[in-house]
């Protein structure tokens, strides 16, 4: 079973830059971040899911299109954890944050419950 945690600011301001956290506890090796794929997901309010980054056990890294200019993602295997960074913040970049693992099938088996961020004034 693999458990993920995002933590971030909750409110950040236009033209600042968004850092999230994803910690990853749990599996069955000593090397969970590097032995799995992990992705980032997010959720507009009234909107459905959209995907943002991706990176994978041997650390190679892919991004959506539309987000690919302004984004970043990252892995601390000492701290089990991986990072999103997104610059350049609108309000159209409020949302709810998922980190996700992503299984074997390239599909999103586990998640985490997801942090509220809103780009406000």
């Known amino acids: 079973q693999v458990q993920l945690q995002e933590s971030g600011p909750g409110l950040v301001k236009p033209s600042q830059t968004l850092s999230l956290t994803c910690i990853v506890s749990?599996?069955?090796?000593?090397?969970?971040?590097?032995?799995?794929?992990w992705s980032w997901i997010r959720q507009p309010p009234g909107k459905g899911l959209e995907w943002i980054a991706y990176?994978?056990?041997?650390?190679?890294?892919y991004y959506s299109p539309s987000l690919k200019s302004r984004t970043s993602i990252s892995r601390d295997t000492s701290k089990n954890h991986f990072t999103l960074q997104l610059t350049s913040l609108t309000p159209e970049d409020t949302a709810v944050y998922y980190c996700?693992?992503?299984?074997?099938?390239?599909?999103?088996?586990?998640w985490g419950q997801g942090t509220q961020v809103t780009v406000s004034l």
């Open positions: 749990g599996g069955s090796s000593g090397s969970i971040i590097t032995d799995n794929n």
């Open positions: 996700t693992r992503v299984g074997d099938s390239h599909d999103m088996d586990y």
């Open positions: 990176i994978t056990s041997s650390g190679s890294t």
